[in-house]
Nanobody
Framework: QVQLVESGGGLAQAGGSLRLSCANS????????MGWFRQAPGKEREFVAT????????YYADSVKGRFTISRDNAKNTVYLQMNSLKPEDTAVYYC?????????????????WGQGTQVTVSS
């Protein structure tokens, strides 16, 4: 069983940085594609970034490209999202997700397991 737990959320000022972590306390996620999504109040959950099982391939939403970086440490069973140059519109609950099988995933339906989310609030 894959059990994902996000951490690292909090309050940041516009232009600041936060680093989110997603740790798996269940079976190893070494072979899983991982992704980050976010959901702002009153909006649908949206794709943020994804990374292949070996970390060699990544893909980002246009809204975060150049500001956010997804990475993983398979030895620690953990995925990260480094968020720089934060904007108030980045305010949302951020979710980590795991996808069985290969290929990067950009759709909610691509993923099999989800964490509970961590709140990120960016003040102007």
């Amino acid at each position: 069983q894959v059990q994902l737990v996000e951490s690292g959320g909090g309050l940041a000022q516009a232009g600041g940085s936060l680093r989110l972590s997603c740790a798996n306390s269940g079976r190893t996620i070494t072979s899983y594609t991982m992704g980050w999504f976010r959901q702002a109040p009153g909006k649908e959950r949206e794709f943020v970034a994804t990374i292949s099982w070996n970390g060699m391939n990544t893909y980002y939403a246009d809204s975060v490209k150049g500001r956010f970086t997804i990475s993983r440490d398979n030895a620690k069973n953990t995925v990260y999202l480094q968020m720089n140059s934060l904007k108030p519109e980045d305010t949302a609950v951020y979710y980590c997700a795991a996808r069985r099988g290969g290929g990067l995933g950009r759709l909610i339906s691509d993923y099999n397991y989800w964490g509970q989310g961590t709140q990120v609030t960016v003040s102007s």
